[in-house]
């Protein structure tokens, strides 16, 4: 089998094996609950027998391993259990987390998709660029910007953009809410804030690796002919180093959206958008933990597919594996 | 291998060793620090100006960090430097207790987790064998799930406190060091001088601790100053979603979160916490990349 093939099926088998025991983790830390977490849940004045039929509800009385099939195979249709919020109510209409999570999903990914379209194109160009002009004023301004950009708070780069483009000069709005309903137009300019925000926190990590995968290169003999023949500095960049430098650059910028989806939960609640972030939150600290499990389980998918994503395109960019001998 | 084969201006100026013998440790890291950029120079001030404001917190505020004195959201004035924030508290006040709080509990957990990474690290690279590939199977699943999420799920089952929020993050940022520590001591185990401390029958702690931690102390010091960095975010994160650092503790992260409706009317107050923990990472950012630079040079 061709050794390319063969990796990349390795890799997969190992996402998905992951995969399912980061399910099994998730799963089983209900088990570590607190022995009186029914009664804080249910209230102080909660009988014996609420307290017990909630138990029964949720499953705390069966065995881990049976509470897991349940509910592995109960995602296996979409279906993610009830959240606690309507459990334990008699009558009463029951939220399903499945339909919960997944309006708000779509709007995550909305916005990050939106991040990763600005922010990608934008950290190879500065990079580029940085690496073309280095050591130069224009190197260290990008440089010391970028250093303090990713030691910031999400929340920090948040205030500071709604402070000056939503306050001081009213050109956004600072609460990112949108509706199905709303055109695709209105919502980008719903959501301009938080995408700057999130720009901002992958941008500097991407654009540092691009310049630094580059600059590594210019070492190379190869680099030293193309300089030797007269060629541009920006051709020599763009064409002789750029090509080998994709495997990093394709590395960093696949964790950097797989960062980007646990990013957004900070900057999601900042703007009070409805996306899956603020639900998590909003379900930990109500401790309704089906929903902070599907919460949870989503974005360990995602960010388990992107790394994934991260491992195969470094694979397949790697000549020395596509050309075997 | 002495000093004075690499600087060549230690011949001119014998009067700096009155001993005549090695530089003191004191004389080396001044020298070391002479030399240093001034972006480090920056980041060593900082971090010095905040070590002592939270050590001397008490002295140091005007109020007590949660006495309510004054009424809710007062301006910046003579009585309040930095106004009062949503209760009437004194804002100077809770910021300088902050740097104790906030600081502390992310020193705390960075040593922690050290303490657990590094060890287990340890052990994995001396013992080889079955106990390292358990070790690292486990943590790799561990850093398959992004920590932030992790660390709600546990919050949200275990609930939010100080201590809960110390295990948890030191527990999932120990993967991390488990990593590096493991990695670094794999290339020192294989020594002449490990396997001499072997034959002689040493005990595993005296290999890990005498052996092998002296020679691999410069990456674990950069990377405590990266993931002290590391956890210090999260933790703030994590405080300003409401779930981490309870109030009333003075916290910049949830003081952030409690003030932010003052933004909305053009005051900065609310930022300068936020600020306050760009500023401190950023400082310890500049040392750390002076101290690997400086790591890196030493050992060619």
């Not at chain 1, 990763?116 to 990079?127: D, M, N, S, T, Y």
């Not at chain 1, 991407?206 to 030293?224: G, Q």
């Not at chain 2, 100026?13 to 090695?22: D, I």
């Not at chain 2, 486990?138 to 089952?157: E, K, N, R």
Request: charged share 15%.
């Amino acid at each position: 089998m061709n050794p390319v093939v063969r990796t990349v099926l390795q890799r997969l088998g190992l996402g998905i094996a992951t995969l399912f025991v980061v399910s099994i983790i998730i799963s089983m830390t209900i088990a570590m609950l607190p022995g009186d977490f029914a009664s804080s849940i249910l209230g102080q004045s909660a009988t014996p027998e609420t307290v017990a039929a909630f138990q029964r509800e949720v499953g705390l009385d069966r065995s881990p391993v049976s509470r897991y099939i349940d509910w592995i195979g109960g995602i296996a249709h979409g279906d993610f259990g009830e959240s606690y919020a309507s459990a334990g109510s008699l009558a009463g209409h029951r939220r399903e987390v499945a339909e919960m999570i997944e309006p708000r999903l779509l709007n995550t990914l909305f916005l990050a998709g939106a991040a990763a379209l600005i922010a990608v194109p934008l950290a190879l160009i500065l990079g580029v660029l940085a690496a073309l002009y280095r050591n130069t004023l224009f190197d260290r301004v990008v440089n010391i910007v970028t250093l303090s950009s990713i030691s910031s708070p999400e929340f920090f780069l948040a205030y500071i953009l709604i402070m000056f483009l939503a306050v001081k000069f009213p050109i956004f709005v600072s609460l990112a809410n949108v509706s199905p309903d709303m055109s695709l137009l209105d919502k980008l300019y719903a959501i301009a804030l938080p995408t700057f925000t999130l720009v901002l926190v992958i941008l500097a990590h991407m654009m540092r690796m691009t310049r630094a995968a580059i600059i590594n290169l210019l070492a190379s003999p190869y680099i030293e002919m193309g300089r030797l023949k007269g060629a541009r500095p920006m051709q020599i960049i763009l064409r002789h180093a750029l090509p080998n430098a994709w495997a990093p650059i394709a590395n960093v910028i696949a964790i950097n959206l797989a960062y980007l989806v646990v990013g957004v939960v900070v900057v999601e609640v900042v703007f009070t958008y409805p996306g899956i972030g603020q639900l998590m939150v909003d379900a930990v600290s109500k401790r309704d933990l089906p929903v902070v499990q599907g919460c949870a389980l989503v974005f360990a998918a995602t960010y388990i597919l992107l790394n994934l994503l991260a491992d195969i395109v470094t694979i397949i960019s790697n000549p020395r594996l596509l050309h075997p001998r | 291998m002495t000093e004075s084969a690499h600087s060549p201006e230690t011949a001119v100026m014998p009067a700096a060793r009155p001993s005549g013998g090695r530089r003191t440790r004191g004389e080396r890291i001044w020298r070391a620090l002479r030399k240093a950029p001034p972006s480090a120079w920056f980041g060593i001030v900082v971090i010095g100006i905040y070590l002592v404001v939270a050590i001397f917190a008490h002295w140091i505020a005007p109020y007590s960090e949660t006495a309510l004195v004054g009424g809710a959201y007062e301006p910046w004035g003579e009585q309040f430097l930095l106004g009062t924030d949503q209760l009437g508290r004194d804002m100077l006040s809770r910021l300088i207790y902050g740097a104790r709080n906030t600081v502390g509990i992310a020193f705390v957990t960075t040593l922690l987790s050290f303490a657990v990474g590094g060890v287990l690290g340890l052990i994995a690279a001396v013992s080889g064998g079955w106990i390292d590939q358990v070790l690292g199977r486990m943590i790799d699943v561990l850093m398959a799930i992004p920590q932030l999420i992790f660390a709600l799920v546990l919050l949200s089952i275990l609930g939010s406190s100080v201590v809960n929020l110390i295990l948890i993050i030191a527990l999932l940022d120990s993967t991390r060091v488990f990593r590096l520590s493991r990695s670094v001591s794999q290339g020192v185990v294989v020594m002449d001088y490990v396997e001499a401390a072997r034959l002689r029958g040493e005990k595993l702690p005296w290999i890990m601790g005498r052996e092998i931690l002296p020679n691999i102390m410069p990456p674990l010091v950069a990377e405590f100053g990266l993931r002290f960095c590391f956890v210090f975010l999260t933790i703030a994160a994590l405080s300003f979603l409401g779930l981490g650092i309870q109030p009333p503790t003075a916290d910049w992260g949830s003081m952030v979160r409690d003030n932010a409706a003052l933004i909305t009317y053009g005051d900065i107050t609310p930022l300068l916490p936020a600020g306050a923990i760009a500023l401190l990472t950023v400082s310890v950012n500049f040392v750390v990349d002076w101290f690997l630079h400086k790591a890196s040079g030493l050992r060619e």
